[in-house]
């Protein structure tokens, strides 16, 4: 397992940072084997697709086939979500080989991974749990990340969560948590703009906040997504980061003001539960591309 590094000062993290990509600038959404013939139908040039990492590391069958064939037509980014970044255990190395195996495969312009735990000795719990930001933790994500980088020889890119606790022994804010690791590491960030609400609207703070003190000036991709409100045992307004319809207008306008800032970013659509047909999606993602199209100041984010 290599050390961890500090891309600041390093050649070598440097040398991690993505080169220009061919999405630079375009909208994407999540990919639904149902879609696929619609979409090749599209002729998709310019727009790029994201697929679940845990559905494709299986050797072959119709999953591979449908993906193949989407890859011979558009780029294609490869998310995780169940690596366990900040798990305070070591990675399966078993899983950390099928990623390998399957960025091989199919040359991904983007890889990406969520910042927390999902496992716990030989339990896997279908969730993204929270962590605490702490010294302890920050040196276990950092290790976790250069481990995942080493192997897929390729950057990564670390997603800020939806959450809906927070630790009473965390020593720093989630942003400076996410700066450090950028730092210590050389990966990339994916900014998912509805987590930044979601989890806002849980806590009590002000996302534009939360933006203030991110670095943007790291993220290589953006997140959209759709939520749900419910209320908790208490009466008191609950969001649920839930996938399963369209990106609701306060994410739309966070969106907008991020791209203002600092220029079309790559931009994926997700929706993973209550599917709709394809040219829903697509209209979603459309609208995504409309706010990377508008003209926009330079680039002026650090």
Same mark, same amino acid.
């Given at each position: *397992?290599?050390?961890?590094? !500090?891309?600041?000062?390093?050649? /070598?993290?440097? @040398?991690?940072?993505?080169? /220009?990509?061919?999405?630079?600038?375009?909208?994407?959404?999540?990919?639904?084997?149902?879609?696929? #013939?619609?979409?090749?139908?599209?002729?998709?040039?310019?727009?790029?697709?994201?697929?679940?990492?845990?559905?494709? *590391?299986?050797?072959?069958?119709?999953?591979?086939? @449908?993906?193949?064939?989407?890859?011979?037509?558009?780029?294609?980014? $490869?998310?995780?979500?169940?690596?366990?970044?900040?798990?305070?255990?070591? &990675?399966?190395?078993?899983?950390?080989?099928?990623?390998?195996?399957?960025?091989?495969?199919?040359?991904?312009?983007?890889?990406?991974?969520?910042?927390?735990?999902?496992?716990?000795?030989?339990?896997?719990?279908?969730? =993204?749990?929270?962590?605490?930001?702490?010294?302890?933790? =920050?040196?276990?994500?950092?290790?976790?990340?250069?481990?995942?980088? !080493?192997?897929?020889?390729?950057?990564?890119?670390?997603?800020?969560? @939806?959450?809906?606790?927070?630790?009473? !022994?965390?020593? *720093?804010?989630?942003? !400076? +948590?996410?700066? /450090?690791? /950028?730092?210590?590491?050389?990966?990339?960030?994916?900014?998912?703009?509805?987590?930044?609400?979601?989890?806002?609207?849980?806590?009590?703070?002000?996302?534009?906040?939360?933006?203030?003190?991110?670095?943007?000036?790291?993220?290589? #991709?953006?997140?959209?997504?759709?939520?749900?409100?419910?209320?908790?045992?208490?009466?008191?307004?609950?969001?649920?980061?839930?996938?399963?319809?369209?990106?609701?207008?306060?994410?739309? @306008?966070? +969106?907008?003001?991020? $791209?203002?800032?600092?220029?079309?970013?790559?931009? =994926?659509?997700?929706?993973?539960?209550?599917?709709?047909?394809?040219?829903? &999606?697509?209209?979603?993602? *459309?609208?995504?591309?409309?706010?990377?199209?508008?003209?926009?100041?330079?680039?002026?984010?650090?």
């Amino acid at each position: *397992m290599s050390s961890v590094i !500090d891309a600041s000062t390093s050649p /070598a993290a440097r @040398a991690l940072r993505s080169p /220009a990509q061919p999405i630079a600038g375009r909208a994407g959404t999540s990919f639904k084997h149902q879609h696929l #013939e619609a979409i090749l139908s599209d002729a998709p040039q310019g727009s790029f697709f994201e697929v679940h990492a845990e559905n494709y *590391m299986g050797a072959g069958g119709p999953p591979h086939r @449908a993906l193949g064939r989407l890859r011979r037509e558009a780029p294609v980014s $490869i998310h995780g979500v169940s690596l366990s970044i900040g798990g305070p255990q070591p &990675l399966d190395s078993a899983h950390v080989a099928r990623l390998r195996a399957l960025v091989e495969r199919y040359d991904p312009v983007l890889v990406s991974e969520h910042l927390a735990w999902s496992s716990h000795g030989t339990t896997y719990f279908n969730d =993204l749990l929270p962590l605490p930001y702490t010294d302890a933790t =920050l040196a276990r994500v950092c290790e976790h990340i250069a481990q995942v980088q !080493d192997a897929i020889r390729c950057p990564m890119l670390l997603e800020n969560p @939806a959450t809906y606790v927070l630790f009473r !022994d965390s020593t *720093m804010s989630e942003t !400076d +948590f996410v700066r /450090a690791v /950028a730092r210590r590491t050389g990966c990339g960030l994916l900014l998912d703009v509805n987590n930044v609400y979601v989890s806002a609207i849980n806590h009590g703070y002000c996302p534009l906040q939360y933006l203030a003190t991110f670095p943007l000036g790291a993220v290589e #991709e953006i997140h959209l997504a759709g939520h749900v409100e419910q209320t908790d045992d208490e009466g008191d307004r609950l969001l649920i980061d839930s996938h399963d319809g369209p990106v609701a207008d306060a994410v739309w @306008a966070l +969106f907008g003001m991020v $791209i203002a800032r600092c220029g079309p970013i790559p931009t =994926l659509v997700e929706w993973d539960g209550n599917v709709p047909d394809w040219p829903v &999606l697509k209209a979603e993602a *459309m609208a995504a591309q409309a706010v990377l199209d508008r003209d926009r100041p330079a680039n002026v984010c650090a």
